[in-house]
């Protein structure tokens, strides 16, 4: 553990670069389609085949789906009127938001409707597989709430298998250095209709967070893998985690005896995993092997949208401009 936890051999320059490089890319990444090399493609290996139920246990990480921020932009300013009351400016926009100060939706943002539908649209595919799921997990930010929720309502077990809010699944700090968003109480989420596992007691606090908020790579990686190994060990049964970006690879690199990787190569793998995407690791069930877990295919395939741009109605009254675009 202490091995794979160690910081990545020399400066982490570049770091600056790579941020504002994140913060460009990460806007588009709905309109991005990663396309496999030729003999990379496995064509006897489809998706949506029925999930081997009798092999081991099963872990499924998937990133939340699209949200407001990125899609509008500062997007807060012009969605509630002088009395904090939510105006509804696009289609995709959601149509109502629990009440709370417009600062938290800031910091703390909701799921588009497409979002939405991406996240049921997930959860339907891994019913169609065959996919069973015992617990669930979610980083407390609001989008990733709602993103379980909506899979779980693809799953058909929305009612049934509550959320379990766990802190530590929170990403990178490096992101909150002037604090934590607020987010919604438990309490807050089941009045506005989400099925929150209200026993569950988390492995983390928020008070544990704001107490690390000049965290660097590796400490996030090892945040992570810390609380994902004590869910894997203290635990029964497929676990179905929601997070961020890169806890797809927090809450899998280290299971599966892969090294963390130097800062710039994880950030640039951020800008790969776009909305929705799923990875799934298996317990081996072989004790002479040193690592229990390895991937396996995931259950559904990917999810790809293409960039729709805002209309304007009134691009139709300006006849200059219907004239320039024919030029």
């Not at 980083?139 to 809010?165: H, M, N, W």
């Not at 544990?208 to 790579?217: G, H, K, P, V």
């Not at 295919?297 to 009254?317: E, G, Q, Y």
Request: hydrophobic content about 35%; glycine content about 6%; overall charge negative.
């Amino acid at each position: 553990m202490e091995q794979w936890l160690k910081k990545p051999s020399g400066p982490e320059n570049g770091v600056a670069d790579m941020w504002k490089l994140f913060e460009t890319m990460k806007k588009h990444l709905a309109a991005t389609v990663l396309t496999p090399d030729s003999d990379e493609v496995d064509h006897d290996d489809h998706f949506n085949t029925k999930d081997d139920t009798t092999k081991g246990r099963r872990v499924f990480v998937v990133r939340h789906a699209e949200r407001v921020d990125f899609t509008f932009g500062n997007w807060t300013p012009n969605s509630f009127d002088v009395a904090g009351n939510y105006i509804r400016r696009d289609l995709n926009m959601p149509r109502t938001l629990p009440q709370r100060k417009i600062c938290q939706w800031k910091r703390d943002t909701p799921l588009t409707n497409l979002g939405q539908y991406q996240a049921r649209l997930t959860g339907e595919a891994m019913k169609d597989a065959g996919v069973q799921i015992d617990l669930v997990y979610s980083s407390p930010s609001f989008r990733c709430i709602q993103t379980a929720s909506s899979i779980l309502e693809g799953l058909g077990i929305q009612e049934t298998i509550p959320i379990r809010v766990e802190p530590g699944l929170f990403e990178w700090l490096m992101w909150y250095k002037e604090g934590l968003p607020e987010w919604l109480s438990n309490e807050e989420l089941v009045s506005s209709g989400y099925n929150i596992a209200m026993d569950y007691k988390p492995l983390s606090t928020a008070e544990d967070l704001n107490r690390i908020l000049e965290e660097s790579l590796s400490d996030h990686y090892k945040r992570n893998s810390e609380l994902a190994d004590q869910l894997y060990k203290t635990t029964s049964g497929n676990i179905l985690i929601v997070g961020h970006a890169s806890t797809l690879d927090t809450c899998t690199r280290h299971a599966v005896g892969n090294e963390i990787l130097p800062t710039i190569d994880s950030l640039q793998l951020l800008l790969k995993i776009p909305y929705c995407s799923v990875v799934a690791i298996e317990s081996t069930n072989v004790l002479s092997e040193r690592y229990k877990w390895k991937f396996i295919k995931p259950p559904c395939a990917p999810i790809s949208n293409t960039k729709n741009d805002r209309f304007d109605w009134k691009v139709l009254l300006n006849k200059g401009n219907y004239e320039k675009l024919h030029i």
